[in-house]
């Protein structure tokens, strides 16, 4: 009789699934690839550099811009990503802090999640380095949000320029990563020295599927790939097997 509790014992364990709390094994190691891709791009063309945004340290201040609700807040709080792949990139910012403790929280509430969203700012706009803003990188904690991120550009002499940056749709922290598109005559009033693009605003626009109620999410290490080539065009950038954000 124990001999036969035993094998059913045994037998069950080997017939149910494996449990889906694994660490995710594939998501730290297409991270690591993809900063190491960086790093060899950066060594290999000179004409290339990267430009940190804003580390989330506090340093620059950041706002909320949308209607009022009594949970809308910012903070920098001690969280940052455990990843060799985010200690690495640190590496690759020429100016990033020796050391980076904290992300930027964000916090709001959603009335009515269809047809609302809402913008933070630095209290400055954010003037990009001369040349072509290729590609965008972050750091972002989500607890499986159906929103989507956006970068709004400033320029004068014309339109506010939009770029999706990618979605909140996953758990825990992320490495985000997306080839932006500036249109050509924003590029060539940029790579004048009158007309600089400036980051205004990370836009953030909730879909259907969000359920109303709180929201929050953490930001940290937002940078852009600029091409500093003076004949640079756009379409020009590097030839790599990047491909589409993950």
Known sequence: MIRTLLFCFCLSLWILPKPTWAPPVKRDQDEASRVLQLEKVLVDWKHYNLFLVDSFEGERPW???RGVSFLNR???VSQVPDSAAFLKERELYKASPKEEYRSMMVQTFFENPKHEHLEIRPK???RLPIGIPTRVFFWAYSNNHNVVLELVFHQKKSKEIVLELGDLKFDGWKRIETQIAV???NIRLNQSLRFPLELVSIRIKPNPFQPKGEFYFYMDRLGILIDSREESYP????????????
């Open 63 to 65: 706002e909320i811009y």
């Open 74 to 76: 910012i903070d920098y």
């Open 124 to 126: 400055e706009p954010i």
């Open 183 to 185: 249109p050509a005559k």
């Open 235 to 246: 379409g020009a950038d590097v030839k790599d097997n990047w491909g589409t954000a993950l």
